[in-house]
């Protein structure tokens, strides 16, 4: 392991601002195997997955029900 260049990209990363800080957090840790939120709903909007669910009958409307309270 190369001892020094570890403690100087420590010393760089603790010198930075927190938002800078987290936004490297972000790039090294987060696990970007899965499609983020936002993308998964632009694929369910852009593709024919859920075309089954426009020959569904509307079973509910707002009028239906009582109010959540």
Do not use: C, W
Not at 17 to 28: G, N
Not at 32 to 46: G, K, M, R, V, W
Request: aromatic residues 10%; without cysteine; glycine residues 2%.
């Amino acid at each position: 392991m190369n001892t020094p260049m570890v403690n100087a990209l420590f010393q760089l990363i603790h010198s930075r601002s927190p938002e800078d800080r987290t936004a490297l957090e972000e790039k090294l840790f987060f696990d970007n195997a899965y499609p983020s939120t936002p993308e998964a709903i632009n694929l369910a909007l852009h593709s024919s997955s859920f075309n089954f669910l426009n020959q569904e009958p509307d079973l509910y409307t707002l009028d239906d029900g009582e109010p959540i309270a």
